[in-house]
């Protein structure tokens, strides 16, 4: 029996919370936040958040489904992170409703005026993005793959580029339709690998998407024009040095999953490895940084 969790926390953990969700192999799930509402204009309220509570709160809800046998372990470990610092509820939600909670909330996602992400039911045209919101963490969602996807629509061109943590496979695929990028994307995770293949096919750029399963820095080194990852500051920062042997001089790096407070910590790994940040974009408490190699 497939089992709904849903969790409360103080905003401030948000961050904290999904490293330790994602660390127990959940691999999807929705972040509630009241005060997204806010800071959407009307034009732009067609995003994947589903249920958003009603009024403004210093707490968010992150929802998840996994199987029964699963809750109680899930349950002790973010106990004991966020020493009981937490609210967890639990539910019983059956197959059908679980794929129809997917269909019901999930809408098309604007880029920008002429880029969207859909959900596979949705009608799509030939620039648009079609991603299953069923299957794996990163459907445009939350802010920082928002912010990645416009990144990567507003300073990416034709040319190569390394995905990092991809995930769904959404980057890659956007660079890949928006800009004809051949793009090679690396995840740990076999099912966020798995999702990647099954989101490339639907897009049909299984000829510019290559995925790996496994670490990029344990590869030989190949340059790219462009490097894109949406990871956790602290993770960011540990491979800053080997994205800096993987870039092309000149090229551009678009770095996301930093909370507000560590990015000038990240900045200045990123100046010590020879990137000049030309660009800081901040939505809510999270931020994606766009740089170059200089040398």
Known sequence: MTKEVIITIKKEDEEKALY????????????????LASSFTEDEKKWDYIDLPKNSSDTIE??????????????????????GDISIQSGDVNKEDYENNWKEHFKPISISSTRRVLPPWEKANDGDIIIDPGLAFGTGNHETTLLCLRAIDQHVGPGN????GTGSGILSIAAAKMHGCQCDAYDLDPAAIASAKSNVDRNHVSDKVNLYLGDFTKEDIK????????????????????????????????????VRGKEEKVIHCMAKNGFMVYKVDRENQWVCIRGMLHG
Do not use: W
Request: cysteine-free; aromatic content about 8%; overall charge negative.
């Open 223 to 258: 340059t790219y024009d462009y490097i894109v990852a949406n990871i956790y500051a602290e993770v960011l920062m540990d491979m800053m040095e080997h994205f800096a042997e993987r870039m092309d001089m000149g090229g551009t790096i678009i770095l996301s999953g930093i």
């Open 62 to 83: 992150i929802l998840f489904y996994v199987e029964e046998d699963e809750v109680e372990s899930i349950r002790d470990h973010l106990k004991n992170v966020f020493h």
């Open 161 to 164: 580029l390394l995905d990092v």
């Open 20 to 35: 330790h969700i994602l660390d127990l192999n959940v691999s999807a799930m929705e972040v509630r936040d009241a005060d």
